[in-house]
């Protein structure tokens, strides 16, 4: 293991949980505490804040920026910059222009879109290309205004507003056109679409201003694909991607439902595939910065090495696979897609310890630790689990002893040592279906729970360090601002959509600010993020919602 800081101090402990007893008799001296920061950028991407899906390789949604401190309050009309466009998108990836101007790469299902803050701190369109779909057609502002404001005049719950919401039934599934996108170092937008890789850049090269055009594509080969029959199904395999990352060289990772990882050359031409046998993908991808490719199927966690021209499952190279648990409710209601949220890279590359994060497939989820690289020698198996790779387990059960099902479907948020998820586990087992979310302003209906875990490096052992039970992320991601150690959750509270703002060491609430129940506030699954001046966004059912709370903090003209 490389010799590293720890970055690590616990603040508050939450004691005697169950679930939570997993230690070891290996104890290492701790070097000096320096700094908790991000994950570094890879080279091969843009060097904004958030340039694909959780911002960076390691998959962490954390951001080296200071977050909003102004005390809870409903925000205003003023605070509030939305931007009607059609639902799902794939971040809102920022790429910084030779001039100095700074833009917003924003993938949709229908569309792909340039934007930017302009110098009264509101977000401006530059640029967009209509692209092809299937099922539903192209939603223009008016339209997705228009309907949003007839639905909010229906009560949640009620039968006219399921009647009404049932119209998007199967545009998550359009979504899989837009939801894995990442911007690379040349200002060049790669998505993972259906059954092929699209790359579009400025119409006119370091533009900010010029239009979008398409460079290029390549369709996967499905002679070359491991096409894993999907359980439950009948009909034959489908090459959809399901998640994208990057290589250091530039080489575009993919990993597809039905079982293969694929990198691409950055020019499109050429592919490299390997295929995991009997077992599907239903989860993005994370890599370090040494090459290592961490892959979780519906079975087991890899890590997979890239070796320039090919991939190495070699234990030689360092590569490595573990099976984890799944239970009754993974095979009767939720698809047997085993673990349900990406995995997650803890531990920075110069740091002692170092781990990949994911939530198993149990009936009650747990997080799993797993050590990334070479396991301490004097590291002893931990009761309970399958391998000396685990180094913790623990029950995401948001405090409840008596929890049967909770389901992590949401990418944890890892900052350090620290890792929160929230509870994603609808009443009744029911999928996350657009329409179903559309729900999630109803009290009755929208999950509840928050909780944070920690690697406590003195003594060796994963541990719950914090829970709020009071507080709801059903379907979004929380973004950690780095500088001010604040966790901003968005959820509902009394049936309207709110931003929390958590101490992040402790989870204490810091403030609350009231956006609305109105569901273009919607986040349906998508990541927040956080601007460089710390202002919110996060692409919505309505559209894209940026958030000035700290009003005053602005770009200056011409962008970021």
Same mark, same amino acid.
């Given at each position: 293991?490389?010799?590293?800081?720890?970055?690590?101090?616990?603040?508050?402990?939450?004691?005697?949980?169950?679930?939570?007893?997993?230690?070891?008799?290996?104890?290492?001296?701790?070097?000096?505490?320096?700094?908790?920061?991000?994950?570094?950028?890879?080279?091969?991407?843009?060097?904004?804040?958030?340039?694909?899906?959780?911002?960076?390789?390691?998959?962490?949604?954390?951001?080296?920026?200071?977050?909003?401190?102004?005390?809870?309050?409903?925000?205003?009309?003023?605070?509030?910059?939305?931007?009607?466009?059609?639902?799902?998108?794939?971040?809102?990836?920022?790429?910084?222009?030779?001039?100095?101007?700074?833009?917003?790469? !924003? $993938?949709?299902?229908?569309?792909?879109?340039?934007?930017?803050?302009?110098?009264? @701190?509101?977000? +401006?369109? %530059?640029? #967009? =290309?209509? !692209? $092809?779909?299937?099922?539903?057609?192209?939603?223009?502002?008016?339209?997705?205004? @228009?309907?949003? +404001?007839? %639905?909010? #005049? =229906?009560?949640?719950?009620?039968?006219?507003?399921?009647?009404?919401?049932?119209?998007?039934?199967?545009?998550?599934? +359009?979504? %899989?056109?837009?939801?894995?996108?990442?911007?690379?170092?040349?200002?060049?937008?790669?998505?993972?679409?259906?059954?092929?890789?699209?790359?579009?850049?400025?119409?006119?090269?370091?533009?900010?201003?010029?239009?979008?055009?398409?460079?290029?594509?390549?369709?996967?080969?499905?002679?070359?694909?491991?096409?894993?029959?999907?359980?439950?199904?009948?009909?034959?395999?489908?090459?959809?991607?399901?998640?994208?990352?990057?290589?250091?060289?530039?080489?575009?990772?993919?990993?597809?439902?039905?079982?293969?990882?694929?990198?691409?050359?950055?020019?499109?031409?050429?592919?490299?595939?390997?295929?995991?046998?009997?077992?599907?993908?239903?989860?993005?991808?994370?890599?370090?910065?040494?090459?290592?490719?961490?892959?979780?199927?519906?079975?087991?966690?890899?890590?997979?090495?890239?070796?320039?021209?090919?991939?190495?499952?070699?234990?030689?190279?360092?590569?490595?696979?573990?099976?984890?648990?799944?239970?009754?409710?993974?095979?009767?209601?939720?698809?047997?897609?085993?673990?349900?949220?990406?995995?997650?890279?803890?531990?920075?590359?110069?740091?002692?310890?170092?781990?990949?994060?994911?939530?198993?497939?149990?009936?009650?989820?747990?997080?799993?630790?797993?050590?990334?690289?070479?396991?301490?020698?004097?590291?002893?198996?931990?009761?309970?689990?399958?391998?000396?790779?685990?180094?913790?387990?623990?029950?995401?059960?948001?405090?409840?002893?008596?929890?049967?099902?909770?389901?992590?479907?949401?990418?944890?948020?890892?900052?350090?040592?620290?890792?929160?998820?929230?509870?994603?586990?609808?009443?009744?087992?029911?999928?996350?279906?657009?329409?179903?979310?559309?729900?999630?302003?109803?009290?009755?209906?929208?999950?509840?729970?928050?909780?944070?875990?920690?690697?406590?490096?003195?003594?060796?052992?994963?541990?719950?360090?914090?829970?709020?039970?009071?507080?709801?992320?059903?379907?979004?991601?929380?973004?950690?601002?780095?500088?001010?150690?604040?966790?901003?959750?968005?959820?509902?509270?009394?049936?309207?959509?709110?931003?929390?703002?958590?101490?992040?060491?402790?989870?204490?609430?810091?403030?609350?600010?009231?956006?609305?129940?109105?569901?273009?506030?919607?986040?349906?699954m998508l990541a927040l993020q956080l601007l460089p001046n710390g202002d919110p966004v996060y692409n919505a059912f309505g559209g894209i919602v940026h958030l000035r709370i700290d009003n005053g903090k602005s770009w200056?003209?011409?962008?970021?």
């Amino acid at each position: 293991m490389r010799v590293a800081l720890n970055l690590f101090v616990c603040v508050a402990l939450c004691a005697g949980l169950a679930g939570c007893e997993t230690s070891s008799s290996a104890v290492r001296p701790l070097p000096k505490r320096s700094f908790e920061r991000p994950p570094p950028k890879s080279p091969a991407l843009s060097q904004g804040l958030c340039v694909m899906i959780h911002c960076d390789t390691f998959q962490s949604d954390s951001i080296a920026v200071k977050g909003p401190m102004q005390s809870s309050h409903r925000l205003s009309d003023s605070e509030i910059d939305m931007f009607w466009t059609s639902p799902i998108g794939g971040g809102l990836l920022d790429y910084r222009y030779p001039d100095g101007e700074r833009v917003l790469w !924003v $993938p949709k299902v229908d569309r792909i879109l340039k934007m930017r803050i302009n110098s009264n @701190n509101e977000l +401006e369109q %530059l640029a #967009e =290309l209509q !692209v $092809p779909t299937a099922r539903f057609p192209y939603y223009d502002n008016d339209y997705m205004r @228009n309907w949003v +404001e007839e %639905l909010d #005049e =229906l009560k949640p719950g009620s039968a006219e507003f399921a009647a009404k919401a049932a119209a998007w039934r199967g545009y998550q599934q +359009e979504g %899989l056109r837009a939801y894995y996108a990442m911007l690379n170092r040349d200002g060049i937008l790669f998505l993972g679409s259906l059954d092929r890789i699209v790359a579009y850049t400025d119409a006119e090269r370091f533009r900010a201003d010029s239009g979008i055009r398409k460079a290029g594509e390549f369709v996967l080969d499905r002679k070359d694909l491991n096409m894993a029959q999907l359980p439950g199904l009948s009909k034959a395999p489908l090459p959809i991607v399901i998640g994208m990352s990057v290589l250091s060289d530039g080489h575009v990772v993919a990993v597809t439902v039905d079982g293969t990882v694929i990198a691409v050359t950055p020019n499109l031409r050429k592919a490299y595939y390997y295929k995991l046998g009997n077992e599907t993908i239903w989860n993005s991808v994370a890599i370090d910065g040494d090459n290592g490719i961490y892959v979780v199927s519906n079975k087991r966690l890899r890590k997979l090495i890239w070796k320039g021209d090919r991939f190495s499952d070699a234990a030689a190279d360092g590569a490595w696979s573990e099976e984890y648990e799944t239970g009754g409710l993974d095979l009767s209601v939720r698809g047997a897609r085993g673990s349900g949220a990406a995995p997650v890279l803890m531990g920075l590359e110069n740091q002692r310890d170092q781990f990949v994060l994911i939530a198993d497939g149990a009936d009650v989820n747990n997080l799993v630790l797993y050590w990334r690289d070479e396991i301490p020698d004097n590291w002893r198996q931990l009761p309970g689990t399958s391998s000396r790779r685990v180094a913790g387990k623990v029950a995401v059960n948001f405090g409840r002893d008596d929890m049967v099902a909770s389901h992590i479907a949401t990418s944890p948020t890892v900052l350090g040592y620290g890792v929160v998820v929230g509870n994603n586990q609808l009443p009744g087992n029911e999928p996350a279906y657009l329409d179903t979310q559309l729900r999630l302003t109803d009290k009755n209906f929208s999950p509840s729970g928050l909780q944070k875990f920690v690697w406590d490096a003195r003594r060796a052992e994963f541990r719950s360090a914090w829970i709020r039970p009071d507080v709801a992320s059903p379907n979004s991601t929380p973004v950690v601002a780095a500088v001010n150690r604040r966790l901003y959750v968005l959820g509902g509270v009394n049936g309207k959509w709110t931003l929390s703002s958590l101490d992040w060491d402790n989870g204490s609430t810091e403030a609350r600010w009231t956006l609305g129940a109105s569901q273009r506030f919607n986040p349906i699954m998508l990541a927040l993020q956080l601007l460089p001046n710390g202002d919110p966004v996060y692409n919505a059912f309505g559209g894209i919602v940026h958030l000035r709370i700290d009003n005053g903090k602005s770009w200056g003209f011409g962008g970021l």
